[in-house]
């Protein structure tokens, strides 16, 4: 019988929402996992007490290589997920994105090539997208590519990055444009610091954790006038990852192949307060505010390749992926209260 293909796997950004759940679930499956992350946004205790972690910055020649030598030299697959994710904050400091995300990517892939690893899997962006598509209500893999803020023209370079090694190394990558992950799976809460991200907000603004939330804009071109995102599932996030893996692994050298990993439904800012108030039965106080710099009104995928190609058959409901995170939310809250010898006074 073939040995597993998947057996020893580097996870960069090991302490962020993907990377914590995704090295969880690799561990689950009995795969041997070193995480990478420098801690500067991923937080150490997202992951067991166990999980090997190396401390360093992704953009640093060594890092990788070092993570490499606590299992031999040599692994399966890399999943590189490392990266600055906000993109107000690119506005306003893109030069740091474009470090952080494009130089990270060339050492992350020349480190790969370098050790011969079979698969190397990126987390790109649906923010790598054009936002005049025309009359297109989702967006497959052709869709044009014209990012609208410095993150998505990092997560861009990054693509032509990865796609460059492969081409030139005989690296097989894969490049998974994330649209809007959101849920949560292996009982992995979404947390990033700062949070800036509409669900976990609005859970929060309904507990009255933080304050009112912000709606970034009340007149875009949609039906409610607020923005449409595609919301998919950490449970489909984190299959895709394993199966772009096994896609890698499986293919010829040099391969390269872009997916979108959404669940294919636009979803507003209005209709995710509206499931943030129905599940947490409270209602979820917000402002009407400006638009956010680098925003663009749609982003809903096409799934079609994802289905196909990779197997992957996205779920959506809305109120599930709410329910999920909230009640992850709640398990970590409570966790971190008894550490502090206080239990957590949050009522689910
Ligand atoms: N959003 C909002 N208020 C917030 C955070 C987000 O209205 O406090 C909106 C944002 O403009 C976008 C959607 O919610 O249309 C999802 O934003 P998020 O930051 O969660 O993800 P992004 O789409 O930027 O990757």
Known sequence: MAPPPLQTAIVTGAGGFVGSTLVRSLREAHVRVVGIDSLERGFADSLDGDVPLVHGDVTHPDTVARALAQVGGRADAVFHLAALIQVGESVQQPARYLHANVVGTEAVAAACAQARVPAL??????????????????????????????????????????????????????????????????????????ETHLIPLAIRSALGEVPP????????????????????????????????????????????????????????????IGAVERVLGRPVPYIESPRRPGDIAALVADVGRLRAELGVHPACDLDQMVRDAWMAWLAQAGAHATVRGNRSSIDP
Not at 242 to 269: C, K, L, M, P
């Open 213 to 272: 939330l912000r709606v970034f804009g009340t007149d875009w071109p949609t039906p409610d006038g607020t923005c449409l995102r595609d919301y998919v599932h950490m449970r489909d996030v984190v299959a895709s990852l394993r199966a772009a893996a096994f896609w890698a692994i499986a293919a010829s050298a040099g391969s390269h192949r872009v997916f979108h990993v959404g669940s294919g439904v636009g979803t507003s800012v209005r209709q995710v």
């Open 121 to 194: 899997v990126l987390a790109s962006s649906a923010a790598v997208l054009a936002s005049d598509q025309g009359d297109r209500a989702t967006l497959d893999e052709t869709a044009r590519i014209g990012p609208e803020s410095p993150y998505g023209e990092s997560k861009r370079r990054a693509e032509q990055v990865l796609a460059a090694h492969s081409a030139q190394t005989g690296l097989a990558s894969v490049a998974l444009r994330f649209f809007n992950v959101s849920g949560a799976h292996c009982g992995c809460a979404e947390r990033h610091k700062p």
